[in-house]
T-cell receptor, first 114, second 112 residues
Framework: KAGVTQTPRYLIKTRGQQVTLSCSPI?????VSWYQQTPGQGLQFLFE???????NKGNFPGRFSGRQFSNSRSEMNVSTLELGDSALYLCASSSNTGTGTEQYFGPGTRLTVT | AQSVTQLGSHVSVSEGALVLLRCNYSSSVPPYLFWYVQYPNQGLQLLLKYTSAATLVKGINGFEAEFKKSETSFHLTKPSAHMSDAAEYFCAVNTGFQKLVFGTGTRLLVSP
């Protein structure tokens, strides 16, 4: 089975622009979660989608948004980029809704905001 | 709120030595705990998980972890370190649905 894929792998944007990141989960997985990883804040949960519905959201400003499509692929969008949004954005997929279900991570998208 | 604390941002061992990475959790309910590893410029790879079925959990690459409720700990061990184990390790707790709360990570350095 193919793993979680994320595109693009690297991205450079200018402050004030917006960006869209894409995540394709493992085939059959219906839950997709997004995380932000920075040296200062570590790994932080952004949001989780299941069957096109956002079920859980982290403590991020409204500039961060996401969606999930009927094929379980997910996108996240960051509007009005700030320098502090520079980070590795990780997507993870999971096979079901159980709290103990493991999540499988993609390689991440490295976003640099200049 | 559920959380995990990793003691030691860096751990150095010699090849062949015991690896011990520490994780303590805070939870008022039985926790679902995970260990992940991250190699440079890569995503997170699941090493093992605890879901109350057994207190000693065996994972991939020879790693294992023991859940100790009395000590609120879930430390990761490997009997003999290999150079390829050099990476950053994260302990995490699932706080509901698929939300993982991660520790700050421990970088494992392995010297020949």
């Amino acid at each position: 089975k193919a793993g979680v894929t994320q595109t693009p792998r690297y991205l450079i944007k200018t402050r004030g622009q917006q960006v869209t990141l894409s995540c394709s989960p493992i085939s059959g997985h219906r839950s997709v979660s997004w995380y932000q990883q920075t040296p200062g804040q570590g790994l932080q949960f952004l949001f989780e989608y299941f069957s096109e519905t956002q079920r859980n959201k982290g403590n991020f400003p409204g500039r961060f948004s996401g969606r999930q499509f009927s094929n379980s692929r997910s996108e996240m969008n960051v509007s009005t980029l700030e320098l502090g949004d520079s980070a590795l954005y990780l997507c993870a997929s999971s096979s079901n809704t159980g709290t103990g279900t493991e999540q499988y991570f993609g390689p991440g998208t490295r976003l640099t905001v200049t | 709120a559920q959380s995990v604390t990793q003691l030691g941002s860096h751990v150095s061992v010699s090849e062949g030595a015991l690896v011990l990475l520490r994780c303590n959790y805070s939870s008022s309910v039985p926790p679902y705990l995970f260990w992940y590893v991250q190699y440079p410029n890569q995503g997170l790879q699941l090493l093992l998980k605890y879901t109350s079925a057994a207190t000693l959990v065996k994972g991939i690459n020879g790693f294992e972890a023991e859940f100790k409720k009395s000590e609120t700990s879930f430390h990761l061990t490997k009997p003999s370190a290999h150079m390829s184990d050099a990476a950053e390790y994260f302990c995490a707790v699932n706080t509901g649905f698929q939300k993982l709360v991660f520790g700050t990570g421990t970088r494992l350095l392995v010297s020949p």
